[in-house]
C-alpha cells in the first residue's frame, strides 16, 4: 500500500518536472527564434505623411508622463579599445535576447583599428510577444499593430542610455550608432532623433551623429516621422547630411526583407538622402564575414579613417 503510493507520487512528480522542462525548452526557443510576423501590421501602416500621428504621439507622450519615475536597469556594458589611433567611437547594439558581451567578441575581430567600440546589454524585459518571457530587449514589441502605439517611452529610454554612452567622447573622436535585428531598429531610431533634433518626448537630442548602421533591422516610430522632420530646415538638413548604411538579407525569416526596404522608402521620403541599402542574396537573419566588410569599408570611408587594410 505504501509502496503503491510512492510509486504514484513520483510518477506524479516525474510528469510535473518533465511538462515544467518543456515549458522552458519552449520559451528559450521562443527567445532564440523570435516570431516577428505581427510587423507585418506596423508597416503597412507606415505612409508618410499621415494626419492623425500627432494624435497618437501626444496620447503616448501623456501616459509616459505619468510613468518616467520608474527605473530601468541595462544590462553590462563591453568596451572594445582601439588597437591604433582613436578617431571614432561606435556604439554597437545587439539583437533580442543578446548581448553586450557576445557582440563586443564579434566587433574584435574587425579590421578597424581607429574604431573604440562600446557595447552595451539591453534591460531584461518580459516581452509580450514572447508570452512575457524575459528577455534582453530595447523595447517592448507586443504592443507593435495596426494602429497599436510605439512604446516611445522605452525606446527614448534606450536612446537617450545610448546617447549618453558616447557623451563624453573626445570632441575630435567622431561618434555613430550600428546595430542587428533590434539593435539596428534602435540605430535608426537614434537616427530620427538626431536628424529631428530631440526624443519622441520631446527632450533635446545631444549628439552630432556621423554614422548610423542598420542590419536585418526596421524603423520604429516610423508612422511620425515625417511630422518630426517638416517644417524645419535644420532638421531636413541634418537628415539629408547623416550617412546610413543598412543591410538585409533576402531569406531572412524573422525580420522579413520587405522590411527592411519599407523603412529605407520612410527614411528616404522623409529626406535621409545619404544612405545606402545593400540587400545580400540568399541571406537568413545573421550576419556573415561578407557584410561584415561591407560594413567594415562603408565606416571607413564615411569616417575617414586612417589605418583601414581591407
Ligand atoms: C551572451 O549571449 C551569448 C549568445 O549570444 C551567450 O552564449 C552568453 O552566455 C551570454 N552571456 C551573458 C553574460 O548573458
Ligand atoms: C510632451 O513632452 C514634452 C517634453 O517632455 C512636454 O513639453 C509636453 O508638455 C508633453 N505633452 C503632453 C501633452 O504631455
Not at 255 to 265: D, F, L, M, N, W
Amino acid at each position: 500500500m505504501c509502496s503503491t503510493l510512492a510509486w504514484i507520487l513520483s510518477a506524479l512528480f516525474l510528469l510535473l518536472s518533465l511538462s515544467l522542462a518543456l515549458l522552458f525548452i519552449d520559451a528559450l526557443l521562443c527567445c532564440a527564434f523570435s516570431p516577428f510576423e505581427f510587423l507585418g501590421g506596423f508597416w503597412r501602416s507606415c505612409s508618410l505623411p499621415e494626419k492623425h500621428t500627432k494624435m497618437s504621439y501626444t496620447h503616448s507622450n501623456m501616459s509616459s508622463g505619468s510613468r518616467t519615475a520608474k527605473r530601468i536597469e541595462f544590462g553590462r556594458t563591453h568596451v572594445v579599445r582601439p588597437k591604433g589611433k582613436h578617431q571614432a567611437t561606435m556604439v554597437w547594439l545587439h539583437g533580442l535576447g543578446d548581448n553586450g558581451s557576445s557582440t563586443s567578441q564579434m566587433l574584435e575581430s574587425l579590421p578597424l583599428p581607429n574604431i573604440k567600440w562600446i557595447c552595451p546589454t539591453a534591460p531584461t524585459r518580459p516581452v509580450a510577444v514572447l508570452g512575457g518571457f524575459p528577455c534582453t530587449a530595447w523595447f517592448e514589441m507586443g504592443e507593435l499593430s495596426d494602429d497599436g502605439p510605439d512604446d516611445w517611452e522605452n525606446l527614448d529610454a534606450s536612446a537617450a542610455h545610448i546617447a549618453n554612452l558616447l557623451s563624453t567622447e573626445p570632441a575630435d573622436v567622431k561618434v555613430g550608432i550600428g546595430g542587428f535585428s533590434m539593435g539596428a531598429a534602435m540605430a535608426l531610431y537614434s537616427a530620427t532623433c538626431y536628424a529631428a533634433g530631440r526624443y519622441g518626448n520631446g527632450n533635446p537630442y545631444p549628439l552630432n551623429l556621423r554614422a548610423v548602421v542598420g542590419l536585418s533591422g526596421w524603423l520604429p516610430g516610423a508612422r511620425s516621422l515625417w511630422n518630426k522632420i517638416e517644417g524645419s530646415h535644420e532638421a531636413l538638413r541634418r537628415a539629408a547630411s547623416l550617412p546610413i548604411l543598412q543591410c538585409h538579407g533576402t531569406s531572412d525569416g524573422e525580420v522579413a526583407y520587405k522590411y527592411g526596404e519599407k523603412s529605407v522608402q520612410c527614411l528616404t521620403s522623409a529626406g535621409f538622402r545619404y544612405l545606402s541599402f545593400k540587400p545580400f542574396e540568399g541571406l537568413g537573419h545573421y550576419t556573415i564575414p561578407k557584410e561584415m566588410n561591407e560594413v567594415s569599408s562603408w565606416l571607413s570611408a564615411r569616417l575617414g579613417l586612417d589605418g583601414y587594410r581591407s
